[in-house]
T-cell receptor, first 114, second 116 residues
Framework: DTAVSQTPKYLVTQMGNDKSIKCEQN?????MYWYKQDSKKFLKIMFS???????INETVPNRFSPKSPDKAHLNLHINSLELGDSAVYFC?????????????FGEGSWLTVV | AQSVTQLDSQVPVFEEAPVELRCNYS??????LFWYVQYPNQGLQLLLK??????LVKGINGFEAEFNKSQTSFHLRKPSVHISDTAEYFC??????????????FGTGTKLQVIP
């Protein structure tokens, strides 16, 4: 029943590793997002995809690469993990990318880089 | 450019007392306004939103907010809080970018602590 689901929920990994976080939404939405929430709870958008096409790419290091195999999935791959990448990553979706649509969030993925 | 300011990082309030969480925004274009709630170790859930029409909007769990265009504010209120309202609350502003898609900016959050 989960509308936006992301896995894994918790991930502890060493610096320099490559890891992926998967996201799926079953709401039939056209737009999906990745947000990063830091230790101070500040939420910042990283990427936005509409129908598998990238529409927003904020100033995120190239080590972060989103992949959208279809409009229901938006995975986040992170290369060469750094300590500063430790955060909670939220996947989200909305009906489309147009104004006023509610954004539905996943439960979050807690990434800890040691 | 748009921005959202939540002046209070923490708001302690006694159970059954009223509360107001403040949100001010800045934008040169029309905005849509949202309040989200985040319970510990969970994702964000929509509380309420203002798109157009009546400036007083009611949301879930007894919360309401009023859009004040002249003061560029969208403060969240509840007349009587419960312990279960303890959470982080985020105000968000949405405008349209040049490509016709929505640009979302979140405030820094206000932690509501309800004291028994």
């Amino acid at each position: 029943d989960t509308a936006v689901s992301q896995t894994p929920k918790y991930l502890v990994t060493q610096m320099g590793n490559d890891k992926s976080i998967k996201c799926e939404q079953n709401l039939g939405h056209d737009t999906m997002y990745w947000y990063k929430q830091d230790s101070k709870k500040f939420l910042k958008i990283m990427f936005s995809y509409n129908n598998k096409e990238l529409i927003i790419n904020e100033t995120v290091p190239n080590r972060f690469s989103p992949k959208s195999p279809d409009k229901a999935h938006l995975n986040l791959h992170i290369n060469s993990l750094e300590l500063g990448d430790s955060a909670v990553y939220f996947c989200a979706s909305s009906q489309d990318g147009l104004g006023g649509n509610t954004i539905y969030f996943g439960e979050g993925s807690w990434l800890t880089v040691v | 450019a748009q921005s959202v300011t939540q002046l209070d990082s923490q708001v302690p309030v006694f159970e059954e007392a009223p509360v107001e969480l403040r949100c001010n925004y800045s934008s040169s274009v029309s905005v849509y306004l949202f309040w989200y709630v985040q319970y510990p170790n969970q994702g964000l859930q929509l509380l309420l939103k203002y798109l157009s029409g009546s400036t007083l909007v009611k949301g879930i769990n007894g919360f309401e907010a009023e859009f004040n265009k002249s003061q560029t504010s969208f403060h969240l209120r509840k007349p009587s809080v419960h312990i279960s309202d303890t959470a982080e609350y985020f105000c968000a502003v949405i405008t349209m970018n040049s490509g016709g898609y929505q640009k979302v900016t979140f405030g820094t959050g206000t932690k509501l602590q309800v004291i028994p």
